[in-house]
């Protein structure tokens, strides 16, 4: 027959035992999540600057400004505008150039290479603002000036793109936060459970004089092995299912616009970031749980 002491602390152990696998899942989930995230997050941002950068404002020059001081004179108009970051000249030929590129098929550019020597592009400038938000403003302006024959950077619908993707990001970033909270209550519940099955060490150790520090050291490090231990399953699905999708695609989403980066040391770095926030909330779910303790038993 088992006594109730000795059954209660079965209990307790088991409790404890639950909370910490509990614990460790609800890392599991939150990191692999944040892995995510941040793969996603990181290339949602190159994306978006690669769209931005590609937003750069097309002024096409009117073909009686097509002179050396017209076009200056035009440039100095532009550089007056307040938030043009850089100005970059292009010929008509470099226009030509350009347009040929855009086809793979080699006939094609064979077939029309001739009609570069009756030139049908314009000489233009690509101007480039400091703000994706000043496009339109910016843009405005530059019709305004003298010469200026078109104005081009995509439209409304650009812009609306680019702002969509910021917006899934802050809610993606909160989304996170929101479940690292969760993770570091349930860790801050187990290492309840653990002071409660050891209370009469931790009574022993301060009568003999062991500071807080000392006291709540194992503990902290006992949150911290929950945390890291946490992180190893969503490092080796990350590693894993970023390789593998690496290779699938080659590096390229959709188009050339999005790629993916190249794995190492991209994905070293995230499997890095994984582990230090695995640790970081069990150290902090254990240090507030551990302070509150102490701080009661006061």
Known sequence: MISRPIKEGFRGVGRHWGMTFSSAIAVTITL???????????????????????????????????????????????????????????????????????????????????????????????????DGALIQNVASQLREINGVAEVDYGGQTTIDVVSAMETIRRFGAIFVAALSVLAIFLIQNTIKLTIGARQDEITIMRNVGATNGFIRAPFVFEGMIIGFLGSIIPIALTIYGYFTLFAHTQGVIFSSLFHLEQPIPFILYIAGILAVTGILVGFIGSWLSVTKYLRWKR
């Open 32 to 130: 692999t999540i944040i892995s995510i995230f941040l793969i996603f997050s990181w290339h949602l941002h190159t994306f978006t600057k690669s769209v931005e950068y590609a937003m750069k404002i097309a002024v096409l020059i009117d073909g009686s400004h097509e002179s050396a001081a017209a076009e200056n004179l035009i440039k100095s108009e532009i550089g007056k505008i307040e938030g043009v970051k850089s100005i970059e000249y292009s010929s008509k030929e470099d226009e030509f150039a350009y347009y040929l590129e855009q086809y793979s098929d080699q006939s094609i550019k064979d077939a029309m290479a001739p009609f570069g020597g009756d030139n049908p592009m314009r000489d233009a400038f690509y101007v480039e603002v400091e």
